[in-house]
């Protein structure tokens, strides 16, 4: 199927449901108990098990276009390091000098020829080659091929950088995504222009990341932001092994009754979400603008950190499209930061309240059910 019939194809499911007000269901309700959000071992389990062993999408390629483009960050406790080398192709290390460990780069991006330590000046290149030692004569001799930057498995799919947090561990990507890369392929997110970028302390991961797959609460929580836009409670669901799009419907989509179906424009009135498990989301809610949010889980069960990038389309030239942009850019951070997050607060209160022994997903919230039966399966030790 060609994308524009795909979309097609999404778009009238989402018409029938916002024409029948119904919305894709699961089989049943579904109910976990607050442990999984809680307690403190399972929390640390769960980060071994699923963030550091499974690859996560760390950066956009647009981060590093060019040779000598980094982005430093820590993830987790790891400092990682993620360069373009000269070859066009993104490699990652742990930001650490095999000297005695100093960090190389500060957080934030840049672009270098050499990476100098800030200690003793031992210097590596954008392979991670210990390329010179500041006084080598006095110091004696090493083995300068045993002491390149520590690598992490590092692989650019879509657009995105993933890289494995844990050194040694293989990724394979293209077994990880399946058919989720082409799918998020189609967002050619490798073509896109950085507007803004962001980080926004939030809830836990896991309540942080219920918001992110459903859209019950679009109309009661966001009327004032993206509310305005979507359909509540109106969801088009397609799986793809743990990763998941979200096919909203936008409030134009009444528009279509009065359109015979080869002269709708299709891409005009839905929004796709694309949730690439365990923490990453795509959405596109305007043609020519999209978020993408990366959460990160923080040294508690009820911290997270979430980095999010406003691309939009075309670099913004005029004053006109600068201000749609902002607009557009304003409207997400108001509906994370002061709706979303502000909720997810309360949330982790009301958890630490007792009021709940567990939490239940709706039979319309199929995405959020599923997340969880990931998390419980990968914790199960099933690797997919
Ligand atoms: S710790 Fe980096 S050069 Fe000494
Ligand atoms: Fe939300």
């Not at 990366?294 to 009820?302: L, N």
């Not at 309240?353 to 939490?359: K, L, M």
């Amino acid at each position: 199927m060609s994308r524009e019939d795909e979309m097609r194809e999404l778009t009238r499911r989402a018409y029938a449901h916002y024409c029948a007000g119904t919305t894709d269901q699961a089989p049943s309700t579904m109910a976990i108990e607050i442990d999984a959000y809680l307690d403190p071992a399972r929390y640390q389990r769960e980060l071994d098990r699923i963030f550091r062993r499974l690859p996560l999408a760390l950066a956009l390629g647009i981060e590093l276009p060019n040779a000598g483009d980094y982005r430093a960050m820590k993830v987790l406790d790891v400092p990682v390091l993620i360069v373009r080398g000269k070859d066009g192709v993104a490699r990652a290390f742990l930001n650490a000098c095999r000297h005695r460990g100093a960090r190389l780069c500060a957080p934030g991006s840049g672009h270098a020829r050499v990476f100098t330590c800030p200690y003793h000046a031992w210097a590596y290149n954008e392979r991670g080659e210990l390329l010179s030692r500041y006084a080598a004569e006095t110091f004696g001799d090493v083995d300068h091929a045993a002491l390149g930057l520590t690598p992490l498995a590092c692989a650019e799919r879509a657009g995105l950088i993933y890289v494995m947090l844990t050194p040694d561990l293989a990724l394979d990507v293209d077994a990880w995504l399946g058919e989720f890369a082409p799918e998020l392929a189609t967002l050619k997110l490798d073509e896109w222009t950085i507007f803004e970028q962001r980080e926004l302390p939030g809830p836990g991961w896991k309540v942080a990341l219920d918001g992110y797959l459903e859209a019950y609460h679009h109309n009661s929580l966001h009327g004032k932001t993206v509310g305005k836009m979507t359909v509540g409670n109106l969801l088009v669901l397609d799986t793809f092994g743990p990763h998941q799009r979200l096919t909203f419907g936008r409030k134009t989509l009444g528009e279509l009754q009065h359109q015979a179906e080869a002269d709708w424009d299709a891409g005009k009135h839905i929004r796709l979400i694309h949730n690439c498990f365990p923490n990453l989301s795509v959405s596109g809610i305007l043609g020519d603008h999209c978020l993408v949010s990366q959460i990160f889980p923080g040294p508690t069960p009820d911290t997270t950190l979430t980095r999010q990038t406003v691309l939009v389309a075309q670099p913004p030239l005029t004053d006109e499209a600068r201000a749609a942009s902002q607009l557009f850019s304003d409207m997400v951070l108001q509906a994370v930061r002061d709706e979303d997050y502000v909720v997810g607060a309360t949330i982790q209160e009301g958890l630490q309240s007792g009021a709940n022994r567990e939490f239940l997903f709706g039979r319309n919230e199929p995405a959020v059910q599923n997340y969880h039966r990931t998390v419980a399966r990968l914790m199960a030790g099933d690797a997919r």
